[in-house]
């Protein structure tokens, strides 16, 4: 076989490696097999020295074609290699722009607690402070010095969860237990009145617990908040004022309330405050029982027995006391028609507020 046959055979090679070449490196390993220090065309062309000077010229001459079409050949190859190594990057690179955010669910407080903050803003805003007490307590802030002793029949044993101790004693697992969990904050009422003198503005929430099973309306653990004045000339007004003042922050200034004639054995005289229903206004509805108002809280002028029990002079000083559910004021302020809405923790709805 010629010379020239085996330069055109090797050209029609190169050409086929270089267009099957899938990347850049791959094209430059062809490159140098053929056109390197030891490539095939370069050793062919170290020989042409050795041919005759008839030859030599078309030797040299197809030679010199065969290194230009490979290297058009490369360079071609190389642009198209180089545009799809450069594409490849570009979306590698990419940020797609149309692609929904992740989002972040920022956490914030539980609508009890939103009530509760509410409640506190208006009572701190008119000069009262915050007071606490225990929830696991004696029975004699709960009950006795509250005005309601062991015999009384308006204490609710049912309704209390007493706490025994276990520890082995036989007489504190088999006798009357004199410590539970608080039925309501009013026991704070008399913690406070026995380390304080008046003037006294306190408020006291917490949390309160109740032999219930728990229903749309009833709750076994909920929270109040419990409101105490104790000053000279505090009259039955004055609770009127504060508690339509405190009605009106929460529920709207359009609403109304009225005070009716209840029980309590530590008030005296004692009522129970509804707020003018807010869907009806007043009218009468479905939400309201027809009565156009809804009962919020209970309350009354503190029981001149319970300043007897804590050694305040009834004849100096008079006072006022009231008590709120928190669970109830939401479920009255928001429309919810089951308080356990709220202890159940879904996420559905507890994002609404
Ligand atoms: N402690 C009462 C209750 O839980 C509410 C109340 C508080 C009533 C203060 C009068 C005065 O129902």
């Known amino acids: ?79 198209v290699l180089d545009a799809a190594a450069m594409q490849a990057k570009v979306s590698a690179d990419a940020v797609d722009v149309s692609l929904p955010g992740r989002r972040r669910l920022p956490g914030r407080e539980h609508l009890i607690e939103q009530i509760r903050r509410e409640v506190i803003d208006v009572f ?33 044993l049912a309704d209390t969860f007493y706490v025994r101790d276990l520890s082995g ?40 617990y109740r032999r219930d099973v728990a229903d749309p309306s009833h709750l076994p653990q909920f929270t109040q908040i419990e409101g105490l004045v104790v000053d ?34 530590f008030t005296e005289p004692s009522a129970e405050v509804d707020v003018s229903c807010g869907i009806c206004a007043g009218e009468g509805c479905r939400f309201c029982g027809g009565t156009g108002w809804l009962e919020i809280l209970g309350c009354g002028m503190v029981d001149p027995n319970v300043f ?20 109830r004021i939401a479920a009255l302020k928001y429309d919810l028609p089951d308080l356990r809405m709220l202890v159940e923790g879904d996420m559905r709805f507890l994002r609404q507020f």
């Open 308 to 327: 007897g029990y804590v050694g305040i002079d009834p004849e100096r000083y008079s006072g006022f006391a009231f008590g709120m559910g928190v669970e």
């Open 1 to 79: 076989m010629s010379i020239i046959q085996d330069l055109e055979q090797m050209r029609d090679e190169a050409v086929g490696a270089i267009d099957t070449a899938t990347d850049l490196s791959a094209l430059d390993a062809v490159r140098v097999a053929y056109l390197g220090k030891k490539g095939s065309l370069t050793s062919i062309l170290r020989g042409l020295g050795a041919l005759s000077a008839e030859e030599r010229p078309a030797v040299g001459k197809v030679s010199n074609e065969v290194r230009q079409s490979l290297e058009a050949a490369l360079g071609a190859r190389h642009a």
């Open 169 to 208: 004693d036989e007489a504190a697992v088999t006798g009357e237990s004199d410590v539970l969990l608080r039925t309501h904050t009013s026991p704070v009422q008399v913690r406070v009145m026995e380390s304080e003198k008046p003037p006294i503005y306190v408020l006291a929430p917490g949390k309160v």
């Open 232 to 265: 000279e000339g505090i009259t039955f007004a004055d609770l009127k004022g504060t508690l339509d003042h405190l009605c009106k922050e929460i529920f709207g200034h359009d609403r109304r309330t009225r005070f009716r004639p209840h029980f309590f054995p």
């Open 124 to 156: 701190i805003g008119i000069g009262y402070r915050i007071a606490e007490g225990p929830q696991v307590e004696l029975d004699y802030y709960n009950f006795e010095a509250l005005n309601q002793p062991a015999d009384h029949p308006a204490r609710g």
